[in-house]
C-alpha cells in the first residue's frame, strides 16, 4: 500500500525558478525522507528528516514537516536543467525495518 | 568507490523461466531491499533483509525468492509464479538495521517478457 501521495504528479519550470513538490501521508512517522532519481537510474538520498523537526536545509534544498496535517514539501531554489528527475517521498510509517515510498513527482527544468 | 552493484542491466525472460538478478554491496551495510517499480510509479518492497541467513517478505513477495548467505550479496529469483514480470527492480542497503537511515541504491535491472 502506498504510504505517501505527491503532488503534483508532474511539474514543468524554466531554470531559475523555484519547484514545490508536496508529500501527504496516513499513519504516523519516525521520519520522512526525500530521494531524487534520474530517468533510468536508482534512487539518490536527498534529506531526512525527524517527526520532531519541522524544518531541514541542504544546499538549495529545504524540507518542511507538519506532523499535524500529515504532509512534507520540498522546495529546490533557483534550478537548474540537471535537476530535472523524479522526486519521492519515502516514510518509514510508525514500522523500524521498511520504508514506504509515495508516487513521485516528475520534475521538468528547461533552460 | 563503495557502492551497490546490479546486473545485469537488461534481462529478458522466457515463459516458464526462473530468472536471478545479482546484487552486491561493499558498503559493509546490514540491511538490504529489493524493490519493484513499475512505470510511472513508486517502489514497492519485495523482499527485505537485516542480516545474513534471515530475510522477510515485503508486500509483493509472491512469485519471487531470495537468499543471504553472505553479507554482501542479496540476490533475487524471480520465479515462472510471477505472471507480470516485466518491471524495474531495484536493490538497496542501508547501514544498520533501522529505517532512520538513507537507502544507498544500485542502478537497477530491467527486465522484460520475451
Known amino acids: 500500500s502506498q504510504q505517501g501521495e505527491e503532488d503534483p504528479q508532474a511539474l514543468s519550470i524554466q531554470e531559475g525558478e523555484n519547484a514545490t513538490m508536496n508529500c501527504s501521508y496516513k499513519?504516523?512517522?519516525?521520519?520522512l525522507q526525500w530521494y531524487r532519481q534520474n530517468s533510468g537510474r536508482g534512487l539518490v538520498h536527498l534529506i531526512l528528516?525527524?517527526?520532531?523537526?519541522r524544518e531541514k536545509h541542504s544546499g538549495r534544498l529545504r524540507v518542511t514537516l507538519d506532523t499535524s496535517k500529515k504532509s512534507s514539501s520540498l522546495l529546490i531554489t533557483a534550478s537548474r536543467a540537471a535537476d530535472t528527475a523524479s522526486y519521492f517521498c519515502?516514510?518509514?510509517?510508525?514500522?523500524?525495518?521498511?520504508?514506504?515510498f509515495g508516487t513521485g513527482t516528475r520534475l521538468l527544468v528547461s533552460p | 568507490d563503495g557502492g551497490i552493484t546490479q546486473s545485469p542491466k537488461y534481462l529478458f525472460r522466457k515463459e516458464g523461466q526462473n530468472v536471478t538478478l545479482s546484487c552486491e554491496q561493499n558498503?559493509?551495510?546490514?540491511?538490504m531491499y529489493w524493490y519493484r517499480q513499475d512505470p510511472g510509479q513508486g517502489l514497492r518492497l519485495i523482499y527485505y533483509?537485516?542480516?545474513?541467513?534471515?530475510?522477510q517478505k515485503g508486500d509483493i513477495a509472491e512469485g519471487y525468492s531470495v537468499s543471504r548467505e553472505k553479507k554482501e550479496s542479496f540476490p533475487l529469483t524471480v520465479t515462472s509464479a510471477q505472471k507480470n514480470p516485466t518491471a524495474f527492480y531495484l536493490c538497496?542497503?542501508?547501514?544498520?538495521?533501522?529505517?532512520?537511515?538513507?537507502?544507498?541504491f544500485g542502478d537497477g535491472t530491467r527486465l522484460s517478457i520475451l
Open positions: 528528516i525527524r517527526s520532531n523537526e
Open positions: 558498503l559493509n551495510h546490514d540491511a
Open positions: 533483509s537485516q542480516i545474513v541467513n534471515d530475510f
Open positions: 499513519t504516523s512517522i519516525n521520519n
Open positions: 538497496a542497503s542501508t547501514r544498520g538495521t533501522l529505517i532512520n537511515q538513507p537507502q544507498h
Open positions: 519515502a516514510t518509514d510509517a510508525s514500522s523500524f525495518q521498511k520504508l514506504v
